[in-house]
């Protein structure tokens, strides 16, 4: 089976050790393929790859398991292996990669990995964590189906880690407690008393 290879947010090694499985990152390869680039899918932030001028710097993978986990995360969003011939140790290698499907939008302007993991990575690393629980539980369409909850349950997560916490109000001694309740009781006490006699007051005034 020839080495799949990487391109776009996999190579984001967070989501490629979550995606691909613990160690997938560090035993991936360096390569290169020509006469290719990385655009935007439409208004999505995710990546497709199309012929084109230029050479995309990617990662080859040849780990069974890995290779099973990231078809389950990407198999069900319209993408589908192709050969390609990448270059690796400045040697020709023919490997695989996925192909964007006529239902991926359309490119766009250009995507950076850099740009997508500013403002996308967290999220996706997060929904991806989620969504690797379900390998080999259910198909990679199943999955892309319940990814736009899954992505929802991330997002809620990332805010409620977001929130700052509440402080809390240190309760006073119990003895300073009481001086203030009695304290408070007297100036209410006294207050009322005050209130009572002003009506007299007025009256005594008007009478003299």
């Known amino acids: 089976m020839p080495p799949l290879f990487l391109y776009g947010t996999l190579l984001h090694r967070p989501l490629l050790e979550i995606v691909g499985g613990p160690g997938a990152a ?43 986990r990231s078809a389950c995360y990407e198999g069900g969003f319209g993408y589908g292996l192709a050969p390609v011939t990448v270059l690796h140790a400045g040697q020709p290698l023919e490997a695989e990669l996925y192909w964007p499907g006529p239902n991926v939008p359309a490119a766009a302007g250009p995507w ?5 993991e500013a403002r996308w990575a967290r ?37 409620a880690e977001d929130e700052p916490p509440v402080p809390r109000i240190k309760p006073a001694p119990a003895g300073e407690r ?9 100036v209410a006490a006294s207050q009322a ?12 005034g008007r009478s003299e």
Do not use: K
């Not at 950076?112 to 997508?116: E, K, P, S, T, Y």
């Not at 008393?193 to 005594?204: D, I, K, T, V």
């Open 112 to 116: 950076d990995l850099g740009a997508w």
């Open 193 to 204: 008393w005050r209130a009572a006699r002003e009506p007299a007051s007025l009256e005594e």
């Open 123 to 159: 999220l996706t690393c997060a929904a991806a964590s989620e969504a690797m629980e379900y390998f080999e539980q259910i198909s990679p369409q199943a999955l892309a189906a319940r990814m736009g909850t899954i992505r929802a349950r991330a997002h809620a997560r990332i805010l």
């Open 26 to 68: 560090t035993a991936a390869r360096p390569a290169e393929l020509s006469g290719h680039q990385v655009r935007v899918a439409g208004q999505e932030s995710y990546p497709r790859i199309e012929v084109g001028a230029g050479r995309i710097e990617g990662l080859l993978i040849d780990d069974a398991e890995a290779r099973a």
């Open 178 to 186: 009481n001086h203030w309740v009695r304290g408070s009781v007297s």
